[in-house]
């Protein structure tokens, strides 16, 4: 029997049924779902329309029913749509007669958004611990990193030379952005929609300043319509989470790359690669590859919401039931990704004479030799044609740049020592620069800011 059978004089057809039930996913909810309600009761016996004995017969119930779902002994049964009907349903049998007050003043839509309020604040928080987490890893393989450096690439050709510090913190600081995003839509979604009712509050006399305080959300709602119908949490929350994965997502690729024969640059652990069922040579960085793959359907997860909310007329439709899957498996697929991906990079094995060698050779350092000539009073653009010509003859011919630039009437006798191994690195010297000094001096900052970013808010 449904909650609103009294309206109808038949059944609902089993097509119907199957197609709207919510249970399957939104038992999710059960915790969010208790809470709620022991607030509403708290509430409900403080203005007067429930009795304390009904108070408490109605708390001791939601306890019982608490314990049932917690040693999953809870029987859901044909009839409960969602985990609100089974719940309360669960009540009424507990509690008699009085369970059939536990909803008064409520609808399943104030409900509901109070109950997914609930569980994105609680879930988005464990999702700031786990990013803040992998940014401890990029931090402490940054420190280790000491002075190696690598080729940073642009277009995927190499560019320029990097500390392979500065390049771990260029995804430490993304990732911090999103730590302060999480933050920033955990804060606007601390909101309590409870006692907004189907969608325009009550004629009793309900508190929801006070059920608001009870539930640990900053503030209430402030128009019932907006408070039913509101998902703007739930789109937010998928976009950030979309952003962490597209940063994993980047890192994964470049995990792959780096690991690959023709790299050479790393390589993953054990625990962190798979084999190929035919191919006895093979290790493969899955992780890496599915923190890019998966990322494809944290995308669509935001995406298809959007579209879900688009053109939707106040208030409560039940499209909105929609919210709810993929936001579970959004956080669900990026707090299993930072995890592998945090193991993934605390275990690597960094190779770093192979980087360095990349690093080191051709005309990587050419753009130094181009500030060599500006810095002795030739006008840039004349500088680098200067350079180019030469890096082009280099390779016609085969030649050392460095015996070009010996040979060069533009450059004294220090300059080819600009092309020695290790050297470039060091003159990137300018504030947030690649070079020893500036990210010396990057690394105190991303300390101070990992460690306020660690302070509760
Ligand atoms: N399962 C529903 C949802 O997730 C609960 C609210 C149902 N409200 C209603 N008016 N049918 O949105």
Same mark, same amino acid.
């Given at each position: 029997m449904t909650l609103w059978h009294g309206r109808f004089s038949g059944g609902m057809d089993d097509a119907m049924a199957a197609y709207t039930v919510s249970l399957p996913f939104d038992r999710e909810l059960a915790k969010e779902d208790l809470e709620g309600s022991r607030a509403h009761v708290q509430g409900l016996v403080r203005v007067g329309l429930l009795t304390s004995e009904e108070g408490e017969s109605l708390l001791s119930a939601l306890s019982t029913v608490d314990e049932e779902l917690t040693s999953q002994v809870f029987v859901f049964d044909p009839s409960d749509e969602d985990i609100h009907t089974a719940v309360e349903r669960r009540v009424t049998e507990l509690a008699g007669p009085t369970g059939a007050k536990l909803h008064t003043g409520r609808s399943r839509n104030d409900q509901v958004a109070t109950d997914l309020r609930l569980w994105t604040k609680r879930n988005l928080s464990l999702v700031v611990v786990d990013v803040l987490e992998f940014c401890q890893i990029l931090q402490e393989r940054a420190t280790a990193a000491g002075e190696t450096y690598l080729p940073g690439y642009t277009h995927v050709q190499r560019a320029q030379p990097v500390l392979l510090a500065h390049h771990f913190y260029a995804h430490g600081w993304s990732l911090l952005r999103d730590v302060d995003r999480l933050h920033d839509c955990l804060k606007r979604l601390d909101v309590s929609p409870l006692g907004a009712g189907a969608l325009a509050g009550s004629s009793l006399p309900l508190d929801p300043?006070?059920?608001? $305080?009870?539930?640990?959300?900053?503030?209430?709602? !402030?128009?019932?319509?907006?408070?039913?119908?509101?998902?703007?949490?739930?789109? #937010?929350?998928?976009?950030?989470?979309?952003? =962490?994965?597209?940063?994993? $997502?980047?890192?994964? !690729?470049?995990?792959?790359?780096?690991?690959? #024969?023709?790299?050479?640059?790393?390589?993953?652990?054990?625990?962190?690669? $798979?084999?190929?069922?035919?191919?006895?040579?093979?290790?493969?960085?899955?992780?890496? !590859?599915?923190?890019?793959?998966?990322?494809?359907?944290?995308?669509?997860? &935001?995406?298809?919401?959007?579209?879900?909310?688009?053109?939707?007329?106040?208030?409560?439709?039940?499209?909105?039931? #929609?919210?709810? #899957?993929?936001?579970?498996? $959004?956080?669900?697929?990026?707090?299993?990704? &930072?995890?592998?991906?945090?193991?993934?990079?605390?275990?690597?094995? =960094?190779?770093?004479?192979?980087?360095?060698?990349?690093?080191?050779?051709?005309? =990587?350092?050419? =753009?130094?030799?181009?500030?060599?000539?500006?810095v002795h009073g030739t006008p840039f653009r004349e500088a680098h044609a200067i350079v180019a010509d030469l890096v082009r003859r280099s390779i016609d011919d085969h030649s050392e740049l460095s015996e070009l630039v010996n040979l060069s009437e533009h450059f004294g006798e220090d300059a080819a020592a600009l092309l020695l191994p290790g050297v470039a690195v060091t003159r990137r010297t300018t504030p947030g620069g690649a070079g020893p000094k500036p990210v010396a001096e990057q690394a105190v900052r991303f300390a101070e800011a990992l460690q306020a970013a660690q302070r509760p808010r």
């Open positions: 300043d006070y059920t608001a $305080s009870l539930l640990g959300f900053a503030a209430r709602f !402030e128009n019932s319509m907006d408070a039913v119908s509101d998902r703007d949490f739930v789109a #937010e929350a998928l976009f950030v989470l979309a952003m =962490i994965g597209i940063h994993l $997502s980047r890192m994964g !690729e470049e995990l792959v790359l780096w690991s690959s #024969e023709e790299f050479g640059f790393c390589t993953l652990d054990d625990g962190f690669a $798979s084999g190929s069922s035919m191919l006895p040579q093979k290790k493969n960085a899955d992780a890496a !590859e599915l923190a890019r793959g998966k990322t494809g359907r944290l995308v669509g997860n &935001l995406t298809g919401l959007l579209v879900t909310l688009k053109g939707l007329p106040l208030s409560y439709n039940r499209d909105l039931q #929609e919210d709810k #899957e993929p936001l579970f498996d $959004s956080v669900n697929q990026v707090r299993l990704g &930072l995890r592998a991906m945090g193991g993934a990079y605390a275990t690597l094995q =960094i190779h770093d004479a192979v980087m360095q060698r990349a690093a080191d050779g051709g005309a =990587i350092a050419a =753009i130094d030799l181009a500030e060599y000539l500006v």
